[in-house]
């Protein structure tokens, strides 16, 4: 929990080391430069550039993400589908991510030289993970003349269909080199897996089972899928790809969602938790009925609400209103859409960021802040219950062998491990094996009723509902199954909400800057027309 403390040691090395413009990927022999920085300041540092940049929490992709697939609100362009190049989550990003694999670069390059092979391996399955999102959301990216050291002032684009075969090679390529002998491992410079080197190789397979679900639509996958499984190898309970922060506020090395959204008092909080994902998880949802009936016990750890019995009054007129749950709608021009309520609104809570549990109490009329929370909730990217929700997700669909049934239910049961594990680290009850289990049952009443179409629609709602925190899974998910299904502002019967733009099926490429840099960069991409891929 406390590793991240590693980059914070290295904060003045990164700002002053390893900035990189985004279109010059430019290594010189300059001493300040990451040629001549350890291999362990390196990977510290590019895992924290990943996982930063695709997470949730300013700058990471999540942030947009998170208003896409309907689990957060917000007052900005992303609520009405007008992402532009300009979006400052899409420009840092983007700049992170390749100064985050130049780091890689130079790091497997070190590392090969003074066999410190298992350095070079963890590198290599950075990159593919890294290179993965990229293409998920921008498409086409520099990948062959970004994948070196040597400097290239004007990288090509490569088609995502040709980048995503040579990401199971570097992928291979890192399981082979963790095998090695070694001269040197990580160690708490690692800040996944600290050194442990099973784990690093069963998230790697994972990593590929996962790609090669992200592409079944238009390859059949279902040979090297099968052979994944059959080797026995792939994620175990407590193997979680994920990011531990701290709870220091000086330096603030707390999670980025809740440096966000926390540290703000009276005015100026930016995540409103969506009234369609709330009423989902009632089980009260007229749009989305799928779930209907049956509450998820989840929601006092998801967000806080900041109202309670004592304190009803909300900060202004407020838009959306569910007992102390005070929100506002994707895409509203209503009239109390502008009024702030920072101090009103509900809040994301314990889970995912390490806010406030929700015990029903509320706040004061100042609201929560920095100091009312730990803010160490982890940064999910890969955790269990996502691989086991894929795992079911390709039973499902035919591509691998399995129980879909039992693997959604284990999904499922994961899921709740690890808020259970959010609970016992922030202080708050556990929710019962009672609570899980009625749960989970009546899901799966739902799923031995379901056409095959239905059962993968429960799947990947119960994944969005999971993956609460790291929305550019769903994200991916929605543009991959079309599930869940998601909230459509002009058939809601609600007369102040309105969209009149398509679904963004990827993000724009940041602009100023590459595109203006460049030569060899692409046409700006048309959002709402143009598609990744691997999507049909």
Request: net charge neutral.
């Amino acid at each position: 929990m406390n590793r991240i403390n590693h980059y914070i040691k290295y904060g003045v090395l990164t700002l002053a080391m390893l900035l990189l413009n985004a279109c010059n990927l430019d290594i010189n022999t300059d001493p300040n430069n990451p040629s001549a920085v350890s291999t362990a300041q390196l990977l510290t540092n590019a895992q924290l550039d990943i996982v930063n940049s695709i997470g949730s929490g300013s700058p990471g992709l999540s942030n947009p993400a998170g208003v896409f697939v309907h689990q957060v609100t917000q007052r900005s362009t992303n609520d009405q589908y007008a992402i532009t190049g300009q979006d400052f989550a899409g420009t840092q990003a983007w700049a992170n991510l390749y100064r985050a694999i130049q780091n890689l670069n130079v790091l497997s390059d070190q590392a090969t030289a003074s066999q410190q092979f298992t350095y070079a391996g963890v590198a290599q399955i950075m990159k593919a993970l890294a290179f993965s999102y990229m293409v998920d959301v921008w498409g086409d990216v520099p990948f062959t003349e970004a994948s070196t050291a040597a400097k290239i002032q004007f990288p090509k684009f490569d088609k995502g269909q040709d980048i995503y075969p040579q990401l199971f090679t570097l992928i291979d390529e890192g399981i082979a080199n963790l095998a090695k002998t070694s001269a040197l491992s990580p160690r708490t410079d690692d800040l996944i897996y600290a050194g442990n080197l099973v784990r690093w190789r069963q998230f790697a397979k994972s990593l590929k089972l996962k790609l090669y679900n992200q592409i079944r639509l238009v390859q059949n996958v279902s040979a090297p899928v099968n052979a994944l499984i059959a080797e026995d190898d792939l994620m175990k309970a407590g193997g979680n790809f994920s990011l531990n922060y701290g709870t220091s506020s000086a330096p603030d090395n707390r999670h980025p969602a809740f440096r966000e959204d926390y540290n703000i008092t009276t005015t100026g909080r930016d995540n409103y938790i969506s009234p369609y994902f709330h009423e989902i998880l009632l089980g009260t949802s007229t749009l989305n009925p799928i779930l209907t009936g049956i509450q998820d016990p989840r929601i006092p750890y998801y967000y806080f609400n900041q109202l309670s019995a004592a304190r009803p009054n909300a900060q202004n007129a407020v838009e959306y209103r569910n007992g102390n749950f005070v929100s506002i709608y994707f895409s509203s021009q209503g009239p109390n859409q502008g009024f702030d309520q920072s101090s009103s609104i509900a809040i994301i809570g314990l889970y995912y960021c390490g806010g406030r549990f929700d015990d029903g109490n509320g706040v004061s009329a100042a609201g929560v802040s920095g100091a009312s929370a730990r803010g160490d909730g982890p940064q999910r990217i890969l955790p269990y219950h996502s691989h086991l929700f894929t795992r079911a997700e390709l039973a499902q669909t035919g591509v691998s062998t399995g129980n879909a049934k039992q693997l959604f239910s284990d999904a499922i049961n994961a899921a709740f491990a690890e808020v259970n594990a959010s609970a016992a680290r922030g202080g708050a009850p556990a929710i019962t094996a009672a609570a899980i289990k009625e749960y989970v049952d009546a899901v799966l009443v739902k799923y031995d009723a379901a056409s095959d179409s239905g059962k993968l629609e429960l799947i990947m709602t119960e994944k969005w509902i999971s993956n609460f925190g790291f929305a550019l899974e769903s994200y991916n998910d929605i543009r991959r199954t079309g599930f869940p299904k998601i909230y459509d502002p002009n058939t809601d019967g609600i007369p102040f909400t309105n969209v009149n733009r398509g679904y963004p099926q990827s993000y724009p490429y940041p602009t100023p800057g590459e595109l203006q840099l460049n030569p060899n960069a692409p046409p700006q991409r048309v959002v709402a027309n143009d598609k990744v891929f691997w999507q049909k």
